[in-house]
């Protein structure tokens, strides 16, 4: 057999593998675009795929396609959407503008398969029955397609992303419940400040997290509304009448998505704002994770000459020189994960402002972008929690080490003693290295009775004032 055979477009004959299923255009593109690598996200391909099968059952049942060639689209593109032939979708993400050759890739596949289907060999010299664009990529175009698939491709694995961020809420909601009663320094600016239960500081974590879930779900909402059936600039030409409310009806169906019909097929062709709103919901999400794996790195800073309030489980050597050094990998992890996201979103808000009239050409970018920072935070988030929150411990001794020399304490005593003297107490307390119930007790500001009462730190955690009335200052 041949290693290659010829394959036409509108430009004329061009050399494509035997083996592959795709044809001419897809063939210029791999040679046009040989710049990272990197293929299509299996979200891209399965929602390419979907669209394709939804589109070619739409046409048949409108009368506009022979069932034959219908039905040979529906099975091929069925194997699509199971992964079957995911090695035969090479482009580029970085090509040219729109996704057309991404678009074409996945026309030349399905219909490859679907003429081989139809009894006609890839190498045939026979004209095969299944068109690329006539029959595969009936009532569509680029312009409507690609939206249509970074939607898709967005809710394919939303399920997916919110399960994974919901379980590091119940992780470090469980955790922070079984911390609650430890009592330990709360810092500000890095500097020593008024105590907190380590559940509170914890389940803050939790919370914060929480409200990311809902704030993704929410930006979701927009990506449900589909643009397909506007074809090449929203005004469908080219597509049934009917075509794009079957077509979302359809795609819901196959999909078991909520979806939406576009009230404005204009707006949903020229407009990336709904892509770039869910990548800023990701982008909340990435800069919270940054600041929780800082405090966790910082918590666990030691183990002998830093905070080490916590410890991280000992996943892997730290050093390929200190012997027994373990450090926060997993945090480290997180951290690089949620930049490269920050980053992938600065890139989504950028492009989406880079639409023209009645096109956004910088579409493929986008869809990467979103499929990656899905894919990264999915894995990321999900190692960090199964990896290092499960197996986090607290160190209580070491958290009431700090507590008891936490000259910030005076502050529960000012309804008493004044601002001024607390001030004056927590200087002489950190110079001379005494705890501040010495030094109050020193001075003659206090009993020692009304002193312990004051001074109890669980009490400090509740809010209120628990020193009773007493001079400002």
């Not at 926060?328 to 979103?345: C, F, I, S, T």
């Not at 986008?366 to 986090?392: P, W």
């Not at 001030?423 to 009304?450: H, P, T």
Request: proline fraction near 5%; hydrophobic fraction near 45%; charged fraction near 20%.
């Amino acid at each position: 057999m041949s290693e290659y055979r010829i394959e036409k477009d509108s430009m004329g004959e061009l050399k494509v593998p035997a083996w592959a299923y795709y044809a001419a255009q897809t063939q210029r593109a791999v040679e046009n675009f040989p710049i990272t690598g990197m293929k299509p996200y299996p979200a891209f391909i399965w929602s390419m795929a979907i669209i394709k099968r939804a589109a070619a059952e739409v046409n048949r049942d409108l009368g506009l396609l022979e069932p034959k060639l219908a039905n040979a689209i529906i099975e091929a593109s069925d194997e699509v959407v199971a992964g079957k032939w995911n090695a035969h979708f090479v482009v580029d993400p970085f090509q040219a503008g729109a996704g057309t050759s991404h678009n074409m890739n996945v026309n030349e596949v399905i219909a490859n398969r679907a003429s081989e289907i139809l009894g006609f060999p890839l190498v045939s010299d026979q004209k095969k029955p299944v068109n690329p664009n006539d029959h595969v990529n009936m009532a569509q175009s680029t312009n409507d397609t690609i939206p249509t698939a970074i939607r898709l491709g967005v809710l394919w694995r939303l399920e997916e992303l919110i399960s994974t961020l919901q379980h590091f809420v119940d992780v470090t909601k469980q955790k922070a419940a079984d911390w609650d009663q430890v009592v330990k320094t709360g810092r500000t600016h890095l500097q020593d400040a008024v105590p907190v239960r380590v559940g509170q500081e914890v389940g803050a974590w939790a919370k914060a997290i929480e409200r990311c879930i809902a704030k993704v779900e929410m930006a979701a909402e927009g990506v449900r509304r589909l643009g397909i059936g506007g074809t090449a600039a929203g005004t469908g030409l080219n597509a049934h009448p009917e075509y794009h409310a079957r077509m979302v009806q359809k795609l819901a169906e196959l999909t078991g998505i909520t979806l939406y019909e576009s009230d404005d097929l204009f707006e949903s062709m020229q407009s990336m704002q709904d892509a770039v709103f869910f990548s800023a919901a990701l982008r909340t999400v990435a800069q919270e994770f940054t600041r929780i794996a800082n405090d966790i790195r910082l918590l666990s800073a030691g183990p002998t000459t830093g905070i080490a309030e916590m410890t991280c489980p000992p996943v892997q050597p730290g050093s390929s020189i200190m012997p027994g050094k373990v450090n926060p990998v997993l945090a480290e992890m997180l951290n690089q994960a949620m930049y490269h996201v920050l980053g992938k979103d600065q890139t989504v808000m950028m492009a989406g402002a880079a639409g023209q009239f009645e096109l956004n050409v910088m579409m493929p970018i986008i869809s990467h972008n979103l499929n990656e920072m899905m894919q990264v935070m999915i894995g990321a988030v999900r190692a960090f929690t199964d990896k290092l929150m499960v197996g986090l411990i607290l160190n209580e001794a070491q958290a009431a080490k700090w507590l008891e020399r936490n000259p910030i304490l005076v502050t529960a005593l000012n309804p008493i003693i004044g601002y001024n003297n607390g001030a004056a107490v927590a200087k002489k307390s950190l110079a001379e290295g005494k705890s501040v119930r010495e030094v109050v007790l020193e001075l003659g500001l206090m009993s020692a009775e009304d002193l312990d009462k004051a001074l109890d730190p669980r009490g400090m955690t509740e809010g209120g004032i628990h020193a009773g009335g007493g001079a400002g200052g």
